[in-house]
């Protein structure tokens, strides 16, 4: 298995741009976590679905985020527009179902600057 | 209170000691526990689970809960070099369902 594939691994970018993340999860796995993790704040779960349907989106810092799951193996979160502000390592991560005792896989990550 | 606190550190050992990293936890009713290591410029990788009361051991690494107090804490023995990392400590809350608390992590540095 290819673990949690994310995409791009680096984004640079300007305030006011549109910035698109992607995240393929493990295949099998049911539910699809995005966290943001910066030096101050640590790991913050931003959005997390079940079975493609989003069940808490409370972590969303504002109207600008938005994300989606339009399928079991794909998800975006997008910024739009991008403020300073948000620069910071955006991490998705999968876990399968009916595992409250376990933990679940991270992708690789992308870094977003936007200046 | 935040509802995961760990040290701040960093924590610095020597090649050969235990380390000893701790980790408290406000839900009394929390039931899984969590360590996650993560190299720096890297993503978080598991590396023990408990969720139940005493200890769990595998291989260097011992996970200790005692729910009683909410702690959880992460023993390291003979740490090596590239036991340096930081460590993160991520629970279950109460009704959360999937979703994992992490709290802020602490950095280990092991001195050769």
Redesign the interface.
């Known amino acids: 298995d290819a673990g949690v594939i994310q995409s791009p691994r680096h984004e640079v970018t300007e305030m006011g741009q549109e910035v698109t993340l992607r995240c393929k999860p493990i295949s099998g796995h049911d539910?699809l976590?995005w966290y943001r993790q910066t030096m101050m704040?640590?790991?913050e779960?931003l959005i997390?679905f079940?079975n493609n349907v989003p069940?808490?989106d409370s972590g969303m810092p504002e109207d600008r985020f938005s994300a989606k799951m339009p399928n079991a193996s794909f998800s975006t979160l997008k910024i739009q527009p991008s403020e300073p502000r948000d620069s910071a390592v955006y991490?998705c991560a999968s876990?399968p179902?009916g595992t409250?005792?376990?933990?679940?896989?991270?992708?690789?990550?992308t870094r977003l600057t936007v200046v | 209170q935040k509802e995961v606190e760990q040290n701040s550190g960093p924590l610095s050992v020597p090649e050969g000691a235990i380390a000893s990293l701790n980790c408290t936890y406000s839900d009394r009713g929390s039931q899984s526990f969590f360590w996650y290591r993560q190299y720096s410029g890297k993503s978080p990788e598991l590396i023990m689970f408990i969720y139940s009361n005493g200890d769990k051991e595998d291989g260097r690494f011992t996970a200790q809960l005692n729910k009683a107090s909410q702690y959880v804490s992460l023993l390291i023995r003979d740490s090596q070099p590239s036991d340096s990392a930081t460590y993160l400590c991520a629970v279950r809350l109460t009704g959360a369902n999937s979703k994992l608390t992490f709290g802020k992590g602490i950095t280990l540095s092991v001195r050769p």
Do not use: E, W
Request: aromatic share 30%; net charge positive.
């Open positions: 539910y976590f704040r640590g790991l779960l997390y079940n069940i808490d991490f876990s179902s409250r005792l376990y933990g679940y896989t991270f992708g690789s990550g």
